[in-house]
């Protein structure tokens, strides 16, 4: 165990003890009738909620809304996140710098509709998150990619850590049907740019998966 698995343990039992305290003290307020001091305890109960269930995802059932929100952003349709046990994962920086390759289900009412899909699925899908509102985005794609593209299928190619992982991508890219998008930033500017960090994805329907790719550098 980590000094961040340690710390993050501790964290943990620190924002449920102190989520006891405020219920406990709110529930004291508002029993002896203190107005303006149980307005201000619920405010500071339902903000610590927030943060648990929002920010930090640590309470029961949280995950489900934010696995539905994150797929809903990245392909247009709400769905949970069924991983299929093919995942890599690098050990990350302190800064978020690493690798990580991720294999979902995708539900068959989903799959079927992107056999077809809209043309809101190739103009507006994926969307940038906050932490990625400075990144440039390439909406989704019929495969296979183009020569053009080859500096960022490259760069997401690094996410692959086996011959299995490779193989993978390399079959779902030229394979027809499928689609493939990515979000990126560049490193430096002008002719001495380069992918510095991106987040690769490819849908196939007739597999009935999702690959999520990370770089980060």
Same mark, same amino acid.
């Given at each position: ?76 349709? !709400? ?20 690798? /990580? ?7 068959? /009412? ?60 390399? /079959? ?18 002008? !002719? ?26």
């Amino acid at each position: 165990m980590s000094i961040f698995d340690v710390f993050g343990f501790f964290f943990v039992v620190g924002l449920y003890v102190a989520l006891i305290v405020l219920g406990f003290y709110s529930y004291r307020a508002v029993k002896r009738k203190r107005v303006k001091q149980s307005c201000v305890l619920i405010a500071a109960l339902l903000f610590h909620l927030w943060f648990m269930g929002v920010v930090v995802r640590v309470l029961p059932g949280s995950n489900i809304y934010y696995e539905r929100s994150q797929m809903q952003a990245i392909t247009g349709h !709400a769905f949970r996140m069924q991983e299929i046990g093919r995942s890599e994962h690098s050990d990350r920086a302190f800064n978020g710098d690493g690798l /990580s390759f991720e294999v979902f289900s995708i539900p068959d /009412s989903v799959a079927k509709e992107l056999r077809k899909p809209s043309n809101t699925f190739f103009e507006e899908y994926p969307k940038r998150d906050r932490y990625r509102d400075h990144w440039e985005v390439e909406h989704w794609k019929e495969t296979i990619p183009p020569k053009d593209e080859d500096q960022y299928i490259r760069f997401a190619r690094l996410a692959c850590q086996s011959s299995r992982s490779q193989a993978m991508f390399q /079959s779902l890219l030229a394979e027809k049907g499928n689609y493939y998008s990515y979000l990126y930033y560049m490193h430096g500017s002008g !002719a001495d740019a380069n992918v510095g960090n991106i987040d690769f994805f490819i849908i196939s329907p007739s597999r009935k998966i999702l690959v999520i790719m990370n770089v980060n550098t």
